[in-house]
Nanobody, 125 residues
Framework: QVQLVESGGGLVQAGGSLRLSCAAS????????MGWFRQFPGKEREFVAA???????RYADSMKGRFTISRDNAKNTVYLQMNSLKPEDTAVYYC???????????????????WGQGTQVTVSS
């Protein structure tokens, strides 16, 4: 089992920045692909970014250049640095984990089998 706990959400003005953290406990963190997803009210979770065990990253098109995912395996933590935030980025952000032996990181929620509780990000205009 892997337990994931997100933190760092909050209220920020448009154009501002937030850094989300996801602390993992349980099995060997470095073996996991880590992903960030977000969910709008009444909508399915959508892909934000993911990082492989070796540090390879992938982003949703709308986040490229604004969001950066990174990981610190020594701290069992994955981060999502969010810059130039827009009101439409307002959502609940979730951290997810999966052991994934392939080179391409998954960008849909289904393969991920561990999830955090989510953290609210609100961007005011």
């Amino acid at each position: 089992q892997v337990q994931l706990v997100e933190s760092g959400g909050g209220l920020v003005q448009a154009g501002g920045s937030l850094r989300l953290s996801c602390a993992a406990s349980g099995r060997t963190f470095s073996n996991y692909v880590m992903g960030w997803f977000r969910q709008f009210p009444g909508k399915e979770r959508e892909f934000v970014a993911a990082i492989s065990w070796s540090g390879g990253t992938r982003y949703a098109d709308s986040m490229k250049g604004r969001f950066t995912i990174s990981r610190d395996n020594a701290k069992n933590t994955v981060y999502l640095q969010m810059n130039s935030l827009k009101p439409e980025d307002t959502a609940v952000y979730y951290c997810a984990a999966i052991v994934w032996p392939f080179s391409n990181v998954p960008t849909t929620p289904t393969p991920y089998n561990y999830w955090g509780q989510g953290t609210q990000v609100t961007v005011s205009s």
